[in-house]
């Protein structure tokens, strides 16, 4: 198993592009989050989906919007990127509490390093 | 409202000593409470997690954690620190009364474990 794929890695934009940043696990499960990381503020949680077809605003939701294109897939798009959209953002998905193997437990992605200049 | 507090930003260590990384929380209800490390240019991984029974939880790697509901603390410890261990820490919490399964994060602290 793959577990938390993103693409890409590292991305550079200009202020006020628009970009698409994805991720896919392939461990079946039903939740998955989008979460970006700032130096001395830990991880903050940008918008979640409990289940295909359902997504909910985290706590830092303004120019995002994601997609929940499969059980699989949550895509997150910035349509105007703003300075301040620099970050590391990292995807993750959790197993169903019934789960067989910690329950509850994220997996994360690897992170998409991105810059806005 | 749920959140987690890491007073330090930085914990210094010499290898073979103890280490301990502070964590406090705060829910309204019962906690689950994790703790995730990180190493340069990686994502989270999962060490450990309190869900409920024993205070004393084990995890990967050697590292321990107590949980303790009168202090709303839950520190990672390892009896003898290693190099390898030098990595960024972070605690977890998720109101076990809540539905929603999204974690709040502390801000991290860095474990610097010196030869």
């Known amino acids: 198993n793959a577990g938390v794929t993103q693409t890409p890695k590292f991305q550079v934009l200009k202020t006020g592009q628009s970009m698409t940043l994805q991720c896919a696990q392939d461990m079946n499960h039903n939740s998955m989050y989008w979460y970006r990381q700032d130096p001395g503020m830990g991880l903050r949680l940008i918008y979640y989906s409990a289940s295909e077809g359902t997504t909910d605003k985290g706590e830092v939701p303004n120019g995002y919007n994601v997609s929940r294109l499969n059980k699989r897939e949550f895509s997150l798009r910035l349509e105007s990127a703003a300075p301040s959209q620099t970050s590391v953002y990292f995807c993750?998905?959790?197993?169903?509490?019934?789960?067989?193997?910690?329950?509850?437990?994220?997996?994360f992605g690897p992170g998409t390093r991105l810059t806005v200049l | 409202a749920q959140s987690v507090a890491q007073p330090e930003d930085q914990v210094n260590v010499a290898e073979g000593n103890p280490l301990t990384v502070k964590c406090t929380y705060s829910?309204?209800?019962?906690?689950?409470l994790f703790w995730y490390v990180q190493y340069p240019n990686r994502g989270l991984q999962f060490l450990l997690k309190y869900i409920t029974g024993d205070n004393l939880v084990k995890g990967s790697y050697g590292f321990e954690a107590e949980f303790n509901k009168s202090q709303t603390s839950f520190h990672l410890k390892k009896p003898s620190a290693l190099v390898s261990d030098s990595a960024l820490y972070f605690c977890?919490?998720?109101?076990?009364?809540?539905?929603?399964?999204?974690?709040?994060f502390g801000s991290g602290t860095r474990l610097q474990v010196q030869p």
């Open positions: 829910v309204s209800g019962n906690p689950y």
């Open positions: 993750a998905s959790t197993s169903p509490a019934s789960g067989r193997k910690a329950p509850d437990t994220q997996y």
């Open positions: 977890a919490v998720r109101d076990k009364g809540t539905g929603r399964r999204a974690l709040t």
